[in-house]
């Protein structure tokens, strides 16, 4: 079965500094992907990056970068200069399911993340 | 581009009753997912519509719970008769197609407290 864990339960990070929250996961496919979503006091989640097993490059989109080590079957998300914004809920996500086919999230834990001004 | 749309926000029974959940996904996407997020957890998926079929509901607890989606757009969830354990936030999500690569656009969610 493929899973995904998130081993930290908080975050406490001072504004402007970097923070990387960490994302193992565990699967048998060779074709998978890998998301990370917010989620604020609001309740939505919010995309913020995705990283498909067969990318060559680290996914990176603004001031989020995705460090993913295939080998080690890690997908950490990596937040530059942190912003009082970016207090929230991570959640680190796996796509199960054939390709071509009916698929299907499978979510980790989360981290909450607080930004000490 | 109006995203997921959801109602009611909030929503507060005794076990034993009976509710109802509705979802109006981004205009367009033809696949859409509900989810159950326990407090302290991750979503779980219940239930994801290709159009107007379901494409998996294998962790939908069917002796209580139900979902449809008529004409391949708006969505309902139902619980009949609610648990205590039902206690979450349900989350529902749309994507253009089947997520591949393509990201899933969530709504608000709905907050239902059983007591």
């Known amino acids: 079965a493929q899973k995904i864990t998130q081993t930290q339960p908080g975050m406490f990070v001072q504004e402007k500094e970097a923070v990387t929250l960490d994302c193992t996961y565990d699967?048998?496919?060779?074709?998978?992907?890998l998301f990370w979503y917010k989620q604020p006091s609001s309740g939505e989640m919010i995309f913020l990056i995705y990283?498909?097993?067969?990318?060559?490059q680290n996914a990176t989109e603004g001031r989020y970068s995705l460090n993913f080590q295939k080998a080690r079957k890690s997908a950490n998300l990596v937040i530059s200069a942190s912003q009082l914004g970016d207090s929230a809920m991570y959640f680190c996500?796996?796509?199960?399911?054939?390709?071509?086919?009916?698929?299907?999230?499978?979510f980790g834990q989360g981290t909450r993340l607080t930004i000490n001004p | 581009e109006a995203g997921v749309a959801q109602s009611p926000r909030y929503k507060i029974i005794e076990k034993r009753q009976s509710v109802a959940f509705w979802c109006n996904p981004i205009?367009?996407?033809?696949?859409l997912y509900w989810y159950q997020q326990i407090l302290g957890q991750g979503p779980k998926l219940l239930i994801q519509?290709?159009?107007?079929?379901?494409?998996?509901d294998s962790q939908l607890p069917k002796d209580r719970f139900s979902a449809e989606r008529l004409k391949g757009v708006d969505s309902t969830l139902k619980i009949q008769p609610a648990k205590l354990e039902d206690s979450a936030v349900y989350l529902c999500?749309?994507?253009?197609?089947?997520?591949?690569?393509?990201?899933?656009?969530f709504g608000p969610g709905t907050r239902l407290t059983v007591t």
């Open positions: 990283q498909g097993s067969y990318d060559q």
């Open positions: 999500a749309s994507s253009l197609v089947p997520s591949g690569i393509y990201e899933q656009y």
């Open positions: 205009s367009g996407h033809a696949t």
């Open positions: 996500a796996m796509r199960e399911g054939p390709v071509q086919g009916a698929q299907k999230l499978v």
């Open positions: 699967t048998s496919d060779p074709s998978y992907g």
């Open positions: 519509f290709q159009n107007n079929g379901v494409v998996d």
